[in-house]
């Protein structure tokens, strides 16, 4: 059995009430642990809201006991210390499971390089949060220590045209070729509630990072029902 990885990256949307909101209607609907034969215990569901909502997602999840982590969209490369404006990894960790690293938009428009992925996930192992790294071909350097990855082809980022479930399959073989079969990969690009299925009866595709299709609750909930049958 491969875990199915449902991962919402809301980017910069949802102030605090959005994100509230968001967290009681699909809260809920999450398949509990509990509630599943055994065998299935795979789906992890994960939530990456802005730094600034995080606690107030955290707190909410807590409070219903849903059945989902909550992850930060980027961290510093850096310790603690004097880098203003920077999340360090080892003050995270009180709040997020996960990072996602190394994602395009933030390599088009911050300048994030290889080298920067590199050094975040380093931190982010060091504080004990899981690194999921965005690549956006094979050929993206993946760091050693780096056990989950997503395929994000920028073609299909926000675009409503997403690379074909074939394609995405044949992408995640040569990574595990490259890198070894343990490591777990992930699709995004315009995955929604109707395209969801082809990509996960993929053999090397263990699930999915969501934008634009993760802001809508009742969408997403679709899309985790969807993993959850086929689990
Ligand atoms: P999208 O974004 O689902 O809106 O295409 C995916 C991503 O950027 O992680």
Known sequence: MKNIWIIANWKSNKNIAEALEWISLVGPKLPRKDNLPAGRQGLKVVVCPTFSVIEEVKK?????????????????????????????????????????????????????????VERKTAQAIAANIIPLVCVQGQDIPIPSECNLVAYEPIFAIGTGNPDT???????????????????????????????????????????????????????????????????
């Open 60 to 116: 909410a999840i807590q409070v219903g006991n849903f059945p989902l982590m909550v992850g930060s969209q980027d961290l510093s490369p850096f310790d603690e210390g004097a880098y203003t404006g920077e999340e360090a990894a080892a003050i995270l960790n009180d709040l997020v499971e996960l990072s996602i690293l190394g994602h395009s938009e933030r390599r088009q428009n911050f300048g994030e390089s290889d080298e920067m």
């Open 165 to 231: 479930p074939e394609n995405a399959e044949s992408v995640a073989k040569k990574i595990k070729e490259k890198v070894g079969q343990e490591i777990e990969i992930l699709y995004g690009g315009s995955v929604n509630s109707e395209n969801c299925k082809k990509f996960l009866e993929q053999e090397d595709i263990s699930g999915f990072l969501i934008g634009k299709a993760s802001l809508d609750g009742e969408e997403f909930v679709k899309i985790i029902d969807c993993a959850n049958s086929l689990i």
